[in-house]
Each structure stands twice: as C-alpha cells, then as structure tokens.
C-alpha cells in the first residue's frame, strides 16, 4: 500500500477511475466496491495530510526566501478527495440503509463495516473495529468452510452459522471476493445475509410439500399440469400408476392421455376444456374411461381449473385424476341390491310401507308402497307416494298405528302393534303391524289385513246352543293367538357366502337368547342351534337354494342358548353377482312358537267339536228313529179304527135288514 500512497497522481487518477467505473455499475456491485473506494480514501487522506504540512513548509520557504511553487498537482489531488469525500458518504448512505451487513477485512480482522452488520450480530460498531471476527461471530465448527472460501479471489453464496453477541446461533449466506489494492496490499469485502426467515420459509415449504406428497399417496390421487403456452404436460407418479404405469414408462406428453382415453371421452373432453379456457365453464369436472396397462377400463374423475395471467388469456391447466372404478362398481352392487330388496318387497305376501319422518312434525311420508299394501289400503302407489299419512289416512291422527310409527322413530327399536280397527269413507279393517327403523332414518311397517279372523270371530257367535261352548273355546283360543302375535318377533340376517359371516338383526339375537355384545354369528354357529333332528333339512335347503332364483322358506325348531326349544319360520333368497354366482343370501326370521302351539289348540278344538257335531247328529238320527216309530204305531192305530168303524157300520146295517 506504501507505494499507492506514495504518487499522489496515481492515487488521483486510480480513484477517478473507481469513481467513473462506478457510475455504470449496479447498485449491488457499488455496495461491494465502494468498500475499496472507502480503504482507497482512507490512505489517501493520509497522505493528504502529509501533503498539507509539506506544502505549508514550502510556503513558509516562499515567505522566508521570496521562492514559489507549481501547486496544480496538488489541487487537482484535493479537488478529486473532495470528490472521493462525497463518493465516501454516498457509500455510508448506501450500505447502511441495506439489509445486508457489508464487512471489509483482512483475514478476519475488521476494517470497516456498516451498521446492518454489527446489528446483525448484536453489537455496537466500537466492539468489533479491530477485532478477528471469524473467532468472535462464527462457531469453531465452521472456521474450516469460512478459511477455504477466504482463500478463493470470489466466493460463490454459501451458508453457516453465526453466533449473536448474546450467544443465540443463526443461519447466514456469505459472499465474499478479495480487492487488490496494489501487488502487495489485499482486503476481502464480505456480504452477510441474515437467512433465518428465508430457512423458516424453506422448512414450511418442505412441510407443506411433504403433507401434500403423504396426501397424495394416502389419497392415490394423480396431478396433471399443462402449460397452454408450451404446450408441456406434467402427469404425477400416482396420475400413472392408476393406468398401472411406472412413472418412467409414461412420457410427459399430451397425447399419452388421447391415446388411453375413450374417442368419444376424448371429444366431450376437449369440449369442456375449451369452454373453461375461454371462461364459458367455472372449472373442469368430467367423468370417463381410460385403458389401463392390463388392457381393462378405469372409471375416472377429472377435476381441473384454468389459470389466466393479468390480461385473462389462460396459461395453465391444473387438476386431479381419481380412480372411481370401485365406486362405481359399489353403486352398481347397491342399485342391484336395492333392485333386489324392491323385488323382495314387492313379492311380500303382506303389505309393507317404506315412510319418511318429517322434521318437527308429527307425520311421515310414503316413500315406497308394494302391491299388497295397494290392494289393503284400496289405493295405488301413485296416490300414496309423496303423500303423508295423515294427508291420505286423516283418521290415523289419534290411531294407535300414528303413535308406534313416532315411538320408534324416537327410541329406533323394533315394535309389533297389536291389530287394530280403521275405517273411513273408502276403506275398514283390522290391521296388524311389524314396525321398524332403518339405519338411515326411515321407518319400515309390515302389516296384514286381520279382517277376515274376526269376520270369523263374528260368525262364530252365531253359532247354536250346542256349541256355544266350543265357540268360546274358539274365542279363547283366537285370543291366545292374538296375545301370541303381540310377542313375535321378526329379524333379519344377510350371510356372506364367501366366508359364511352372518350379519343377524337385534330381534334375531333376541329370538336365540343372545347377547349381541359377547356373540359372533355365523351359518356354521347358526345351524349349532338348530334341533339335531332338522339340521340336516336346513342346512340341505339352504345349500340347494343358492343357485335358485326365487325366495325359499323353511320351518323348523332351535334350541337357544338357554336350553328353550322353538319354532322358526325362514324366508330367504341368494343374491348373485354379474357372473351369476352367488354372493350372499338375505332373508328373515320369525318365532313361530306360539303361533304352532295356538295351531295344535285349534286343532285339538276343532276335533272337539267334530265329535261334538258327531254326537248331536246321533242324538237326532236316534230322536228321528223314535219318531219314525212313533208315526208307524199312530198311523197302524188309524188304520184299524177305520176298519172297527167300517164292521160296525155293517154290524149296523145286518141288524137293521133282520
């Protein structure tokens, strides 16, 4: 540096140079830079200095000894410090009004620094002029990075970390280059970047970039993104694999998904996308087909969205790709099953009402209504759906049929109601009830028109004396038949045929004296209850019946957990799948059990009173056999008083000739 101090119009014109050189360049290059016009300043003001005091010794000569001197060099020189003086402030302004610190060295040892530097790390400007800073700011660990990047003329960005005053570590970007003042003088000027909201940024990123790849895979989601300018297309890993595809047997390229997708797919396809690029549609929402790699179809749903840059001309096309085909093969099964279950329904041999609860109200709607149900009620499906109850039926509103429909709309539980009598101007009868709730909230009634057992009833009253007694033995016993149908129960059940798993109602578990909680059902459980003697015959017409195409039924006794034995009534079907195998079966269950023994009474009745009739028959067959005797005697008397009265008359007629 000595020999830049020693020509003043070297430093002059060196520093001219600086000064010009910087007029062209950028703000970021004059933040470095100015950093050797500051260390150019400082020694030339030094030796401005010198030159003052030898310059007013000189004059003092002049005075002394009457002398003069060129002094142009000199002025030139100060009219360029003057100029290096503002430049100098100009440079301060600058690197302090940065977020960048700035710091001028030499092999760590601060020369100069602006004050986004020392705030950076904590400290004030005197603490750290003078002192190594790589010791004071940088962790040991790092002093190896910080030492072989110093030894390089420019040091490309490159992250450590630095340590605060108050000892607190940061992450920080440096770059730095050496400036040569002469051959042997060098300083190295430094910029530091405080990087720590730029890492926390970083990190939120790969956060939310690694949730958003978790999701993605959870979801089996594909992405696609296409550049409307370009032309190129971005398909996710997940976007091919559901074609069967490894993400590098796919090219990125358009016409990969023309290629896959169904022609007439395709052609509406175009057509949305088009209306959404020229903003005719919100956003891209299309279902369709594309080959999979095995050469099957896969159903998928297509969601995109337009991106417009600030005139409204559409620059991207980004969406998603999601596999539906199982969804649509659900749909099919639940649109077949619930086909079945209408058909099912339909077949009943009693009339079955499907209702929908109205909120805050004390009716319901008719959503579904079979045959038998029509034929019942004296109405017809279309009458009834849509309708409500009491709109159609306005006498339920104080029946006992309005008031189990809210019951078990409230507690969810199964209820038989009891027959009971309804009559408007169209229809009359006796009524019985099976009533349920369905998971989804409809309530489902089963009922059966009873109006002929007490037609019966009636008919029966009419009878003579003579069996006045059986005709009450009658009533009796069709009493017990009613108080027996109060108590039945009616359950459900679905078998998977594939593993024999059976889902049973809460009636059902009821009916088998079981506890839901602690019992797993199953058909080869399920037949461990049936009685020894009608296992067989069960389990034969249950097997027989799968490849039937019709409903079966079957009864036959159990012995329940608790040693009871009872008689079951079955009805079921099998449901197949598109192949026609078999897939599951499906059917109720009801306990009988009363129901035979009220049958046995009947019967033993109805013999009962066969003999009576027997007997009463003998009674009169003996009764016309006296009377028959009876009239020949009379008519055997007539006949001989005739022929007295006929001697007589002759007796008479003699006696009067003589």
């Known amino acids: 540096m000595h020999a830049f101090l020693d020509n003043p119009e070297s ?19 004059l933040s470095i830079e100015l950093q050797e016009l500051q260390q150019a300043y400082n020694s030339l003001k030094l030796q401005y200095d010198k030159d003052i005091t030898e310059r007013k010794q000189a004059e003092q000569k002049i005075e002394l000894y009457g002398t003069s001197q060129d002094i142009t060099s000199l002025k030139q020189i100060e009219n360029e410090l003057v100029k290096a003086k503002e430049n100098e402030e100009r440079f301060k302004q600058l690197s302090n009004v940065t977020f960048e610190g700035v710091l001028l060295h030499n092999k760590g040892l601060a020369i100069d620094f602006n004050i986004s530097f020392a705030r950076m790390f904590g400290y004030d400007s005197e603490e750290l002029i003078g002192e190594n800073l790589i010791e004071k700011v940088i962790p040991k660990k790092y002093h190896e990075i910080i030492f072989e990047n110093i030894a390089k003329n420019y040091a490309q960005p490159y992250e450590v970390i630095g340590k605060k005053k108050d000892g607190n570590l940061f992450p920080i970007e440096l770059e ?28 939120k990123l790969k956060e939310s970039e690694t949730r958003f790849d978790l999701a993605m895979e959870a979801s089996k989601d594909g992405i696609f993104d296409w550049n409307l300018i370009t032309n190129e297309i971005y398909y996710s890993p997940g976007w091919k694999s559901m074609l069967g595809y490894e993400d590098k047997e796919l ?47 896969v159903d998928i749903l297509s969601r995109a969205e337009a991106v417009f840059d600030d005139s409204g001309k559409a620059i991207r096309i980004v969406g998603t790709h999601v596999d539906i085909s199982e969804r649509q093969r659900s749909a099919k099964e639940l649109e077949k ?86 009559k408007d101007k169209e229809r009359e009868g006796w009524r019985e009830n099976n009533i349920y709730k369905l998971p989804s909230g409809e309530i489902v009634a089963i ?33 017990r038949l ?7 129960k009616l359950g459900s059940w679905k078998t998977d045929l594939s593993n024999l798993n059976v889902v049973w109602s809460k009636e059902i578990f009821n009916i088998f004296e079981l506890d839901e909680k602690t019992f797993e059902p199953s058909h080869p459980a399920f037949l461990e209850f049936i009685h020894p003697e009608d296992r067989k015959k069960v389990d034969d017409a249950f097997v027989k019946s799968l490849d039937k195409n019709k409903y079966n039924s079957i009864e036959h006794r159990i012995i329940t957990s608790k040693g009871n034995i009872k008689f079951i009534e079955e009805r079921w079907r099998s449901i197949k799948n598109e192949q026609g195998d078999p897939i599951f079966a499906i059917g109720i269950c009801q306990d009988i059990t009363e129901r035979k023994q009220v049958a046995q009474e009947l019967e033993q009745h109805q013999i009962h009173l066969e003999e009576l009739v027997k007997d009463r ?21 007539e006949f001989r008083i005739k022929e007295l009265r006929t001697e007589v008359e002759e007796l008479k007629n003699k006696l009067s000739e003589k």
């Open 11 to 29: 430093r002059a014109s060196i520093l001219k140079d600086i000064i010009m050189s910087n007029q062209k360049k950028t703000k970021e290059q």
């Open 447 to 479: 009922f059966t028109d009873v109006t002929e057992v007490f037609q019966i009833s009636e008919k029966l009253k009419n009878k003579n004396l003579d069996l006045e007694k059986a005709k009450e033995k009658a009533e009796e016993s069709e009493a």
């Open 482 to 488: 009613l108080e027996s149908q109060a108590a039945t």
């Open 176 to 203: 730095s280059r050496t400036i040569n003042l002469n051959e042997n003088d060098k300083i190295r000027v430094t910029a530091v970047r405080d990087i720590t909201e730029r890492k926390l940024a970083e990190e």
């Open 337 to 422: 099953s619930e086909l079945l279950f209408r058909k099912m329904i339909e077949h009943m041999p009693d009339g079955v009402a499907i209702y929908q609860p109205i909120e805050n109200s004390n009716d319901f709607i008719f959503l579904e209504v079979n045959k038998h149900a029509e034929i019942i009620t004296n109405t017809t499906n279309k009458e009834l759906i849509g309708c409500t109850l009491l709109q159609k039926f306005p006498n339920m509103i104080n029946s006992p049929l309005l008031k189990a429909l809210l019951k078990v709309r409230e507690t969810g539980e199964s209820l038989y109601l009891p027959p009971f009598y309804y």
């Open 251 to 297: 090219p990125n390229d358009f016409t990969v998904w023309e290629k896959l997708t169904k022609p007439e797919d395709v052609e509406q396809s175009w057509k949305m996308q088009q209306e959404v690029i020229n903003k005719q549609r919100d956003r891209f929402k299309f279902e369709f087909k594309m080959k999979h790699k095995d050469g099957h179809w």
């Open 617 to 637: 028959t003998k009674e009169l067959e003996k009764k016309n056999e006296d009377l028959d005797k009876f009239n020949q005697l009379f008519v055997g008397r």
